[in-house]
């Protein structure tokens, strides 16, 4: 394709121009086949769905009468490859290459195709609308709704849809001052996980002594499970960047980073993509709209350590040091970067600043509840239907995010625990479901915000296992630099291993309350000052699994299996040996046809696939 010429916009009456230009160039009545290019839909072999919508297109000739548009995440990765069909957003879900001619062909034609609508899996109705999809209902996608309709890699679909008219307004119409009241108006907090109030962090820096104030997009997503700023940043980087220039000019920077994981290929060639176009627009670069503003963005690459999320450490890392948190009583705000006062916030707190400016801060305040404004993105992962990214106003309970839009837990199962804000979050547990999700209302019950991870688990999850986990997450991703976090957790992690293999013993349960306790208060940055919060909500909530563990030595759900035993019920048995087949030790002896099988304790390694495989519950786990 031939690389379109740009003229450089010294004016906002140029940007104006030129929007209404793209607007009116575009027929909206013309059907638009999107396609979710997100990294989980590539995943499901979305490429060959791209691929194939194109070559049909032409082959069909239909490049007039159809437009295709590659798109960012919608949020409903749990049913990809998904295809929208524009403008009536008719919603196909698992789409495969070999269902292009037919999808193309029903477009054309204004026709369904129904075997590819979604079911609803109460009612067994299918849906046509996207909008009228459970799993969108109750959401509120004031950020991820726009990736729907735009294409990353095309600048003209953000400006068509009012992209940089915010930057504009403050540029021509508000002083920095002006902005920073803006933003403390709306009660945004930062959605990287301490949840600090954005404005004040702006006029913190704004204020602070230094000849360089530096603006840094924190992209380093490291929570297992989470990927909302990686969507973001692949589906709508134009909305991240405007949010730093604008946070830019209110603090007086003139210099930015996008730090982001090389771990994230996708979010790296976009965000690349959008700088270069966002430059060839004078949007970003010298003199921008011709305002005498100057800011530069630049991309870093990390190395894909978790500690890097957090301030201090990302600087570090950023300065081409090891990645290695220092102490607080001085704030990056004030001597960050090089010294120099620094803004830090995360893709998703950047990205709400254009909907605060363009809108205004009584309309955004308006949403969420009176300490939590806004939206939140939440990774909706683990033992849940509908997996996927979630964006719903802060104050939505969590049995409306789990059952009316996650769908509830696979098989009829029971749900047991949900953890909010990654490996450093606390486990809730089923009598809290209707509590109202928000920074304030979430810490109250050990838990917290964090960058938005949200991990289901059923009855099936052993909780004494999940905090053994986390600690052992933690304990790998630690730098080491402080005794309480790095020996802490250590040994935190040995006494939770004793417990699930049977070598628990009383006053375990206190030393690690005891343990918890010094690692909270004396730890050197928050990995470590949050690390016990999955022991301590464990124990809290689930005490009696731990002491099933150490006294009785029985784990409950059936997963330690130190504690597990599996034995041959005689009466159900029928000897029809699939268990002998499936067995990788040979553990279990065939004795012959309608005489049950005999299990060799000694030799059982407790791996469960004769108890998977037994359609008969002749195989009992105890």
Known sequence: MAKRETKRLSSPQELEAL?????????HNKPCITICGGTGCLALAAQDVITGFRREIQEQGLETKVDIRITGCPGFCERGPLVVIKPENILYQQVKGEDVPEIVSATVKG????????????????????????FYRKQKRLLLGDNSNIDPTEIRDYLALGG?????????EMSPEQIIEEVKKSGLRGRGGGGFPTGVKWETCRQAQGDTRYIICNCDEGDPGAFMD????????????????????????????????????????????????????????????????????????GGGAFVCGESTALMASLEGKVGEPRAKYVHTVEKG???????????????????????????????????????????LVGKINNTGLVEVPMGISLREIIYDIGGGIPGGKKF???????????????????????????????????????????????????????IGFLEGE???????????????????????????????????ERLSAAITDSSLCALGSTASNPVLTTIRYFRDEYEAHIRDKRCPAGVCKELITYLIDEEKCPGCGLCVKAC???????MGKKKPVVLDQEKCIKCGICYDVCKLDAVIKK
């Open 164 to 172: 940089y008219a915010a930057l504009s307004k403050v540029l021509f």
């Open 111 to 134: 026709n369904i195709v129904d075997r590819l609508l979604y079911t609803d899996p109460n009612t067994g109705k299918k849906i046509t609308y996207e909008h009228e999809v459970p």
């Open 478 to 512: 630690s730098c080491g630099k402080c005794v309480p976090c790095r020996e802490g957790l250590k040994r935190m992690g040995q006494i939770l291993t004793d417990i699930t293999e049977g070598r628990g013993k009383e006053g375990d349960i206190e030393l690690l």
């Open 337 to 379: 970067l090089w010294e120099q006062p620094t803004n830090l916030n995360n893709v998703e707190t950047w990205a709400n600043v254009p909907l605060i400016i363009k809108n205004g801060a009584d309309w955004y305040s308006k949403v969420g509840t009176e300490g939590s404004k806004g939206t939140k993105i939440f990774s």
């Open 230 to 301: 990686r969507s973001l940043m692949e589906g709508n980087p134009h909305s991240v960047l405007e949010g730093m220039i604008i946070g830019a000019y209110a603090i007086g920077g003139h210099e930015g980073y996008i730090y982001v994981r090389n771990e994230y290929p996708l979010a790296v060639k976009n965000a690349q993509i959008a700088i270069e176009q966002t430059e060839e627009h004078g949007l970003l670069g010298k003199n921008i709209l011709g305002s005498g503003f100057d800011f530069t963005v630049r991309i870093s690459r």
């Open 19 to 27: 929007r209404k230009s793209i607007i009116e160039k575009r027929d």
């Open 416 to 470: 047991k625990a949900v953890q909010t804000g990654g490996p450093s979050g606390g486990c809730i547990p089923e009598s809290l479901l209707d509590l109202p999700v928000d920074f304030d209302q979430l810490t109250k019950v050990g838990s917290m915000m964090g960058s938005g991870g949200m991990i289901v688990m059923d009855e099936n999850s052993c909780m004494v296992d999940i905090a053994k986990y986390f």
């Open 584 to 590: 990788p030790v040979e553990a279990i002896t065939f």
